[in-house]
């Protein structure tokens, strides 16, 4: 078929003629008739995607050059085919393991060329054969089958199934409108089930693999049970489909109905007078506009998109949209702003009421407060970053603050923020898109100059999604923040007034662009004094009141106090004393509550039995002086410890080992102590080969706890010393500072934390770096006066201070004197051995004791 006239309105009539007589020349041909074992021998036109059923005539379109071949074979011999369906429709070679092994006997019509360069020819399906050998695959596909034959009596019941099969294609056929009527009228002319059932299945077309479970179904009634399960699962689907389509109209007609009844009642409003309820409303919000006191840019943004509310019909799904945007503009805050208190001392006093301790932060509070008052030309809000550990008080100081300033105080969490639209907000393209989180609080605040806190800064994280960290750019750079741009807003918004404050557990997560545009105060560890002053002051009177014991005189001794700051908490803030506190409150409230007898005074005993068993223990300082033992200082977030470093020598080949989990830093520091050693070996009055024949093994106690920083360098190496030479290290004396090869010590931080950890463990000596004698400010001056405090700045010097002047222990040295001795016989030997060679003579040498 070379033109598809055939296909035009006009030529309808031509059309069913040529149907027809094609359809005629299928019936004409014959048959395979079977040979004496039974079989046929037939091509082969392998199928996509498509299964033939017996009875039924279909469109074919062929593909393969093998296919015509196999065509035009049968047409030659004016025979019938074997239409066979492939498993995977995507193979263009099969051979016999890509075929189902139930085909259908098909006799084929004119092969007709269409326009596509496809051919296609008329089929007309026989019956089932089952595959028995496949004869050959070139030039053509051809098999021999077994055709299979059709014996069904009627009964009874095979006629209840055939009818409720009727029944049911009933009932699809009126659901679906894509079946013709025509089909259930052929189907009822139908006497024979099997046929029936394959009539039905290729009307309904189900899914391809059930096509194929199904022509391999032989049993006729099989079959028609099969489709009788089909047809009720295509109901059921219809069904459903028509009920969705019918909810639907009806929503479509109820719309168009509400839409006439609006027209109507709007009519009849403009003939009595009373006018449109939407024009109403409109006119209205123009009237807040227009009332409302915005900037310039603001108001005739927000009169543009009144503008178009007036042109649209009122169900128009936009419609929401920009009244939400319209009520955003007037509810922001634009120029409402609270005065600021500006009394340095009333400021000083609130802060010291709220908080004690944190100089540093309230200092600059101060500063600030104090240079408003002198009412500079140009005023620039601080932009602070709150840096310290968890619990100590970078939030509630930033309460503090507002409330000593006058301001509204909100806050934001940045904690597992990801996506930049957080900060900027949403384009309104987007449905249901809103402000960012900066807007929508300033939205909270209800004023333009609030003290905006943004906590947990260094959480921040960013992905495919932005990085909000760059968003927060503008949002704290005086320079720009006066005219943020919101993606939703679209409109310029200041922010210059807002004070911001940001806290942070650790900088070093955050971007250095954004580190930079922030003044940084760091906020450290409470010491022990500090925590049992914040106990006595605000925790205790804070949980008796919690608890119902504000009218009980309920006292915690200071020893008390600080057995729970000892033994029951690790921590750099005040949280977990706060609950402990509280538990032992909880203890007395239900003792009062029950009518018993319950302390009035807690002591370290009363503590220990509400509290049960410490949890926590610290090391203690050496109890006597020590060979290959000194002290080392070290920081913590939760404050500062003291922390031995052992050092043992045995017998071996030179090497070192390091204990504790150790990081990379102190393993350097460690090698570095003992290139320093080796170094000076000569000093020490130590044999160069002594190293050789020596391992040591430097061990840090609490190998749990990971351990890092150069900090211990010149701890290790008084170990070290010590282990060498067998002098003591005395017991009273504790140290810190980097080292380097040529013995300098070099500054470290936490001076503060570590000295105070010494203190408490009752050491009475502490060596630091020269250079941290600027750190010694910070510490109480009661401690610095019960402390000996040597700065020094080369290693002799921890040398003389750290090690005991007394002669080494026999015991201690005994492997030293015996490695020196070896050392010795050896260095004799050779020199012997050397002399010999020089005579010329063989001398046996006694080898030393």
């Known amino acids: ?392 008080g970078k939030t509630s100081l930033g309460q503090s603050i507002a409330n000593a300033l006058g301001r509204k105080f909100v806050r934001l969490s940045l904690g597992g923020v990801r996506d930049e639209a957080e900060i900027r907000g949403h384009r309104r393209t987007y449905i249901g898109a809103l402000p960012g989180r900066i807007l929508q609080t300033m939205k909270r605040a209800g004023t333009i100059n609030p003290l905006f806190m943004l906590d947990e800064i260094d959480k921040l994280g960013g992905d495919f999604r932005g990085d909000p960290s760059a968003a927060l750019l503008e949002v704290l750079d005086p320079e720009q923040n006066y005219a943020f741009s919101d993606h939703y807003l679209e409109i310029p918004y200041d922010l210059s007034k807002v004070m911001f404050i940001t806290t942070a557990n650790y900088i070093g997560t955050i971007p250095a662009a954004l580190l930079d545009r922030m003044e940084l105060i760091e906020f450290p560890g409470y010491i022990e004094e500090e925590k049992m002053e914040i106990a006595t002051r605000f925790l205790i009177p804070r949980q008796l009141e919690e608890n119902g014991l504000e009218e009980v005189p309920l006292h915690f001794t200071p020893a008390a106090v600080t057995k729970i700051i000892r033994e029951y908490t690790y921590e750099a803030g005040v949280r977990n004393l706060e609950r402990e506190i509280g538990k032992v409150c909880r203890k007395i409230a239900r003792a009062k509550a029950e009518g018993k007898r319950h302390p009035l005074q807690i002591n370290p005993n009363l503590v220990e039995k509400y509290l049960g068993p410490p949890q926590y223990f610290n090391l203690e300082a050496e109890r006597k002086n020590e060979v290959g033992v000194a002290t080392a200082m070290a920081w913590t977030e939760y404050g500062g410890e003291i922390m031995p470093v052992e050092v043992l020598l045995v017998e071996g080949k030179g090497g070192m080992q390091i204990t504790g989990q150790i990081g990379n830093v102190m393993q350097e520091s460690a090698q570095a102590a003992l290139t320093y050693l080796k170094s000076r070996a000569e000093d020490f009055k130590l044999e160069v080969d002594l190293f050789e024949k020596i391992d040591i093994h430097i061990h840090i106690p609490e190998g749990a706890v990971p351990k890092d920083g150069p900090s211990a360098g010149i701890t290790i190496c008084t170990a070290l010393v010590s282990a060498f030479t067998g002098r003591e290290v005395l017991k009273e004396v504790a140290m810190t500072g980097e080292i380097t090869l040529r013995g300098r010590v070099l500054p470290v931080g936490g001076i503060r934390e570590k000295v105070l950890a010494a203190h408490r463990a009752g050491l009475k000596r502490i060596i630091i770096p020269k250079r941290n004698t600027k750190d010694l400010i910070d510490i109480p001056k009661q401690v610095l006066s019960e402390l000996n405090i040597t700065p020094v700045d080369h290693m002799d010097q921890v040398l003389d201070i750290a090690l005991s002047s007394l002669p080494p222990k026999r015991k201690a040295t005994r492997l030293m004197r015996r490695l020196a001795d070896e050392i010795k016989n050896e260095e004799t030997n050779f020199q012997n051995e050397e002399k010999a060679k020089k005579r010329g003579q063989t001398t046996l040498i006694q080898p030393g004791v």
């Open 1 to 392: 078929m070379k033109n598809m006239e055939w296909f035009n309105q006009d030529h309808e009539d031509e059309f069913g003629d040529a149907l027809y007589r094609r359809t005629e020349e299928l019936y004409q041909i014959p048959d395979s008739i079977p040979n004496k074992k039974g079989l046929i021998e037939c091509p082969v036109i392998p199928l996509r995607d498509l299964i033939v059923f017996p009875h039924m005539i279909s469109p074919v379109f062929i593909d393969r050059e093998e296919s015509i071949r196999a065509i035009e074979e049968a047409q030659i011999l004016d025979k019938t085919v074997i239409g066979l369906t492939q498993i995977d429709a995507e193979v263009d070679y099969p051979d016999k393991h890509d075929f189902i092994p139930i085909g259908v006997e098909m006799a084929v019509g004119r092969v007709l060329e269409m326009p596509d360069g496809s051919s296609s020819a008329l089929v007309q399906g026989r019956r089932r054969v089952q595959i028995v050998q496949f004869v050959h695959f070139e030039p053509f596909i051809k098999v021999r089958a077994r055709p299979i034959y059709e014996v069904q009596e009627i009964d009874k019941k095979t006629d209840a199934t055939m009818r409720t099969a009727l029944e049911l294609f009933h009932r699809c056929v009126d659901l679906n409108r894509s079946l013709p009527e025509e089909a259930y009228l052929y189907a009822l002319n139908i006497t024979e089930p099997g046929w029936l059932a394959d009539m039905i299945v290729t009307t309904i077309a189900p899914s391809l693999e059930e096509r194929m479970e199904f022509l391999q179904i032989l049993d006729p009634l099989e079959r028609i049970n099969k489709v009788v399960s089909l047809l009720a699962r295509e109901a059921d689907v219809l069904e459903l489909e028509d009920e969705i389509h019918t909810r639907a109209q009806s929503e479509v007609d109820r719309s168009q109905r509400e839409y006439y009844l609006r027209e109507q009642m709007r009519a009849i409003q403009t003939e009595l007078g009373e006018g449109d309820i939407w024009t109403r409303e409109l006119e209205e919000l123009k009237a807040r506009v227009e009332q409302a006191d915005l900037p310039e840019e603001a108001q005739a943004r927000a009169l543009k998109e009144i503008e178009r509310l007036t042109q649209m019909p009122q169900m128009s799904p936009e419609i929401g949209i920009l009244r939400t945007y319209i009520d955003w503009i007037l509810e922001l805050p634009w120029k409402q702003e609270t005065p600021d208190n500006l009394d340095v001392k009333h400021a000083a006093e609130i802060l010291e009421r709220d908080h004690y301790g944190i100089p540093k932060a309230k200092e600059r509070i101060l500063e600030y407060i104090a240079i408003r008052n002198l009412k500079p030309k140009r005023i620039r809000q601080p932009i602070l970053c709150f840096v310290g550990p968890p619990g100590t």
